[in-house]
């Protein structure tokens, strides 16, 4: 079975995004983008909401031709737009960039491609993101938090009907004050 990793960068207060969609508070650093983009070339398929896939896709398609790219970020968007996508979505009509678009049920799509043969799968966006967990589909959490408040916006967890139990397997420390927990589901 394939392993599901919900991770995304997070404020200290716990939301993935400020009011109006607004990701630009994170603390970056050479090391983190590096790991995250590490990440990116290990994914067998990754699962993205529409307002994330909307937030990635106006950027990384090209983010290697623009003025000033560093390396890790030529890097990145080759291995973003070679990684296959499954992008969800109820209002998109066409995606690209090695994707597809997922129109039905998520969790039922979840499920069946949990059951396929292929590499750990990724998921991003908040709402995508929720609707697995209350499924109990996700296996990893990887919690990249940054040390800023915001307030509001959209939270990394959502409201469960149950409990779930959590066994921490990494911590690692960024330049900045940025904290990596990671922790898989106890099943």
């Known amino acids: 079975m394939r392993r599901l990793t919900y991770g995304m960068n997070v404020s200290l207060d ?6 109006g969609d607004d990701l630009g508070w994170g603390v970056q650093s050479d090391e983190l983008f590096q790991w995250w983009s590490d990440r990116v070339g290990e994914t067998g398929l990754a699962l993205y909401g529409r307002r994330l896939w ?3 896709s106006s950027h990384w398609p090209t983010a290697d031709q623009q003025p000033g790219v560093t390396p890790a970020q030529i890097e ?3 291995r973003w737009r070679d990684m296959p996508k499954a992008v ?3 209002t998109a009509s066409a995606v690209a960039w ?5 129109s039905g049920d998520a969790v039922t799509e979840i ?3 949990k059951t396929e043969e292929g590499g750990p799968m990724d ?6 993101a929720a609707a697995a967990m209350r499924a109990g589909l996700i296996d990893e959490y990887a919690i990249v938090t940054h040390p800023v408040l915001v307030g509001a916006g959209a939270p990394f967890f959502t409201a469960l009907d149950n409990w779930v139990n959590l066994d921490l397997v990494e911590t690692r420390t960024f330049p900045g004050g940025v904290l990596l927990t990671r922790y898989e589901t106890r099943r």
């Not at 090695?98 to 997922?102: D, K």
């Not at 998921?123 to 995508?128: K, S, Y």
């Open 14 to 19: 716990g939301y993935v995004a400020a009011p």
């Open 54 to 56: 909307e937030a990635m």
């Open 76 to 78: 990145f968007a080759r």
């Open 88 to 90: 969800f979505s109820s």
């Open 98 to 102: 090695n994707a597809r678009l997922v």
């Open 111 to 113: 499920t069946r491609l």
């Open 123 to 128: 998921i991003g966006g908040a709402t995508l």
